[in-house]
């Protein structure tokens, strides 16, 4: 969701901004969600890695990356609303507070959404790429559906008025809620060894097959399946429904 936001910030600058942002440049500005989830995977990419061997290090570093991301949501809910901006008094450092809690927002998320996914795509050996498909076109799928949710909210909420803010709270709702699946699954990925053992025994066979000349669209949709209900059984938890409990 944060990486489609991309989308969107640029109308969400025009209708907040107190007209110090133009229409020209308010696509512009959208920039800084990009330079901040590629700063962000230099940066953070570069320390989860170094934390290999310490799992619980890395559960707790994608606990605080989600923790900063779901609070920069928040500051552009609050940068939105009219009384807000009215009491700052000046559109220029209204537009720039945005624009900063935009990179980080951005930097939140680099880690989770290239560095994760690609050492979960690596245990499907030579059909990796179609595990990277199959994962985005359910991400954006689903994306598309919460932005038109949020498109609804925001329009009926005035633009101008409090509608963004209802907007960036529901995001900020979601990626919660998506953080506390990615965390557990950090949990069960990283810090257990019968997940990981599971996943290593998911390579073999896609590695063994890989060797032996398979890949027929039926062993192809297979293995995919199979890592579907791989990572679904990772989460299946009493711990997290205890967690998503608390959450709602």
């Known amino acids: 969701m944060i990486c489609t936001s991309i989308r969107i910030l640029g109308t969400y600058f025009l209708d907040t901004s107190n007209s110090a942002i133009s229409e020209d440049q308010a696509g512009a500005v959208t ?19 170094k934390l290999s061997n310490n799992s619980a290090a890395r559960k707790a570093m994608v606990t605080r990356l989600y923790i900063l991301t779901v609070s920069m949501c928040y500051a552009l809910a609050f ?26 927002m951005g ?16 245990t499907f050996g030579a059909n990796k790429g179609l595990y990277a498909a199959y994962t985005d076109g359910v991400a954006y799928a689903v994306s598309s559906i919460v ?37 557990g699954f950090v949990e069960h990925y990283f810090c257990r060894a019968g997940c990981i053992g599971r996943l290593r025994y998911t390579s073999v066979v896609t590695s063994s097959s890989s060797t032996a000349g398979g ?28 967690m998503l409990s608390r959450a709602v």
């Open 107 to 122: 930097a939140g998320v680099a880690v989770q959404v290239f560095c994760i996914p690609a050492i979960v795509g690596a």
């Open 147 to 183: 932005w038109r949710i949020v498109g609804k909210a925001v329009e009926e909420g005035n633009p101008q008025g409090a509608g963004w803010a209802y907007g960036w709270a529901a995001v900020a709702l979601l990626v919660i809620f998506a953080g506390l699946l990615m965390v």
């Open 79 to 104: 940068l939105a609303l009219t009384v807000v901006r009215n009491a700052i008094n000046s559109p220029v450092a209204v537009a720039f507070l945005q624009a900063a809690a935009t990179f980080c």
């Open 31 to 49: 920039v800084f969600l990009s330079v901040g989830m590629f700063l962000g995977l230099g940066f953070g990419g570069s320390a989860f890695a």
């Open 215 to 242: 890949g027929g669209l039926f062993e192809i949709v297979s293995k995919v399946w199979m890592g579907t209900g791989m990572i679904l059984a990772c989460l299946k938890d009493p711990r997290h429904k205890i």
